[in-house]
């Protein structure tokens, strides 16, 4: 796995999946991405082509419908989606490492039976209900409730930014809840949910800065009624089994963001071609070709770091280290690809047919979900011992 990280060459397989979902980016994506976030529309029909190419199903084994490949595999795709629309390759983060991941992860074989075909079809979705108002960043501060009554949960409270959390092919949302507590120190399990249950709403869709084909959705349980058979994992390591989600997931956003940069550098280098000014083309002033080279320099050295972070979680070593600078970096990198972008498309930079001014409005929350720039920032000082 990690002989790639010296060579610089991606072994076949790997690259005939990036290549193949670059195509599908370009043919598929790209030529309806204006449309869908002008619209602020969910692409259904873009899922479903990701569906029947097997993307939902990367990282899970065959015997749960899944494709049998790993969870770079998965990050190759995301990396290639986030070139051309990020709103498209968050649906397939968040459905694959928030929604089914949680549930391959610590689900028993009767939740794994009954969810993953469907999550891994890509047909349904599964959303994560983290986030909650007023404790964003501090995940310890979960305030929404589960009481066991009998042989079901209770649950009651509100979740906040959860991405494809209302869409008509999402069936179930995985939350986190206070089961209880000893000494003042909360007890806090993970509980599926479906959608239809009574109770639970997916209130209206925020309006975003970006992201804005995207799906996100706060959420509210009044009076939730589940099964008790519907706990993830053990009771009491709800906290401990998403921080682990979201180690994962932050190499996920990192390909995620490389592929934003790149995408910015792409458009940059076209643009830089074709455009003329004082007769002619802008590419050939130092000053644009300087800002080019910088861009990429970020985009490569992005990618280097989620690559060395897969290669650490694929090998069963430690990564929590590796996968917040991953994330950290590429997030920046995307962010700032996204502002010099704009800048080398001057005007046109700012009108949103062009891709570099949806990159521009979507690369900014690169930076704040599934861990704040800080927290990365947090999380690399402790591993350190700071």
Same mark, same amino acid.
């Given at each position: 796995? !990690? ?32 449309? *869908? ?9 873009? %899922? ?10 990367? #990282? ?24 051309? =629309? ?8 968040? @459905? %694959?490492?928030?929604?089914?991941? #949680? ?25 994560? /209900? ?11 501060? !979960? ?6 009554? $009998? ?13 494809? +959390? ?11 809840? %206070? !089961?209880? $507590? ?12 479906? !959608? =239809?249950? #009574? ?18 959705? #706060? ?13 993830? @994992?053990?009771?009491?390591? @709800? ?17 995620? +963001? ?7 550098? =792409?458009? +940059?280098?076209?643009?830089? *071609? ?39 979680? &694929? ?30 498309? /001057? ?15 979507? +690369? ?6 599934? @861990?704040?720039?800080?927290?990365? &920032? ?9």
């Amino acid at each position: 796995m !990690t002989d790639f990280l010296s060579t610089g060459t991606l072994p076949d397989e790997y690259r005939q999946l990036a290549l193949t979902v670059r195509d599908f980016a370009n043919q598929v994506v790209a030529p309806v991405a204006a449309k *869908h976030d002008a619209e602020h529309s969910f692409p259904y029909e873009v %899922v479903a082509g990701m569906a029947d190419m097997g993307l939902f199903g990367l #990282p899970f084994p065959e015997e749960f419908g899944g494709m049998g490949g790993d969870y770079f595999a998965l990050c190759l795709a995301l990396e290639e989606l986030g070139k051309v =629309d990020q709103s498209v390759a968050i649906t397939l983060e968040a @459905g %694959v490492s928030l929604g089914a991941m #949680p549930i391959y992860r610590f689900g028993n074989d009767k939740q794994k039976a009954e969810w993953l075909p469907l999550l891994a079809s890509g047909r349904a979705l599964g959303a994560f /209900g983290l986030t909650e108002p007023g404790a964003g960043s501090d995940a310890g501060g !979960t305030r929404t409730t589960a009481v066991l009554d $009998g042989d079901s949960w209770i649950i009651n409270g509100s979740k906040q930014f959860i991405t494809n +959390s209302g869409t008509d092919i999402t069936r179930l949302v995985t939350v986190t809840a %206070v !089961t209880g $507590g000893v000494d003042g120190k909360k007890e806090i399990s993970t509980i599926i949910v479906p !959608t =239809d249950t #009574p109770g639970f709403t997916a209130e209206p869709a925020y309006n975003k800065v970006g992201w804005n084909a995207s799906d996100t959705h #706060p959420l509210s349980f009044d009076d939730v009624r589940v099964p008790a058979e519907n706990l993830l @994992g053990e009771r009491g390591r @709800g906290y401990a089994n998403f921080l682990r989600i979201l180690d994962e997931g932050r190499i996920a956003i990192a390909a995620l +963001s490389v592929g934003a940069a790149q995408g910015c550098v =792409d458009e +940059s280098v076209r643009y830089a *071609h074709d455009r003329q000014a004082f007769g002619r083309a802008i590419g050939s002033n130092q000053a644009i070709a300087f800002k080019i080279a910088r861009m990429e320099a970020r985009a490569h050295a992005a990618r280097t770091a989620y690559y060395d972070a897969a290669a650490l979680m &694929l090998s069963g070593k430690p990564f929590k280290k590796e996968a917040a600078i991953a994330k950290l970096v590429a997030s920046e990198a995307a962010m700032d690809n996204a502002r010099d972008a704009t800048q080398i498309f /001057g005007g046109y930079g700012f009108m949103n047919e062009y891709a570099v001014a949806r990159h521009y409005r979507d +690369s900014k929350i690169l930076e704040i979900g599934e @861990g704040t720039t800080e927290v990365q &920032l947090m999380l690399i000082g402790r591993e350190l011992g700071l």
